[in-house]
């Protein structure tokens, strides 16, 4: 048996991840993934930048102090290799750029800001779920996160289309109009306040590679 060990991070808008694997690979042309650490810190970069287009100093600080504990993590586990994805929340902060470099020269760790589509294809693929379709259907593929919504729709096994949407559960909630605490725990929903929210959000959401409105619904947040 040959093991190999492996890390991803996830950047997102509600929460970052670090997820560390081994990789295991038989004789017998068996591969196993087993978990070796998982690390979630709620840093709710999306509280800035659907607010005020940018990552504030304060956030910027903390997001790279949890960088620097992932780095020490990658060395303690000899991680070979691994991906960092910044997605949303990145994406649209205007000093993105200047995060991912102040990151890279504190930790690092060098982190790669993705489109959507991009977003939406690692989702599906790191899942695992390609084998499991059925040939003869169609399926329809929908990841909810905190700053965006990605639709994929798969057919014979295979990607027919994919979009990003400017829809998510941290960028509903970060609205003037409604609710939230810092930690995400005192959510408003009187008088329909949520409900109002969503709907104005979904009505002004634009699919971020095409021009048509889109309908932005969606179901079953990720955190």
Do not use: H
């Amino acid at each position: 048996m040959n093991r190999e060990t492996f890390g991803a991070i996830d950047i997102g808008s509600n929460a970052i991840r670090l997820l560390i694997d081994y990789v295991e690979a038989y004789e017998d042309g068996r591969t196993e993934y087993k978990k070796a650490a998982f690390v979630r810190v709620p840093i709710r970069l999306g509280d800035d930048v659907f607010l005020r287009g940018r990552i504030s100093n304060g956030k910027a600080e903390a997001l790279c102090d949890a960088m620097q504990g992932f780095s020490a993590l990658f060395r303690a586990f000899a991680v070979k290799d691994y991906r960092a994805y910044a997605t949303s929340a990145m994406r649209e902060a205007e000093n993105g750029s200047e995060v991912v470099s102040l990151i890279r020269n504190r930790s690092g760790i060098s982190v790669e800001i993705i489109s959507g589509e991009a977003e939406a294809g690692t989702i599906f693929a790191a899942g695992g779920l390609r084998e499991t379709l059925d040939p003869a259907k169609t399926y329809l593929y929908v990841d909810v996160g905190g700053g965006s919504t990605e639709i994929v729709v798969y057919a014979r096994r295979r990607k027919v289309d994919a979009c990003s949407f400017r829809l998510g559960t941290v960028r509903i909630f970060s609205r003037p109009n409604g609710s939230v605490s810092e930690g995400g725990s005192n959510r408003s929903t009187k008088n329909g306040t949520l409900r109002a929210s969503s709907d104005r959000a979904a009505t002004s959401t634009r699919c971020t590679r095409c021009s048509k409105r889109s309908p932005g619904s969606a179901s079953g947040p990720r955190s």
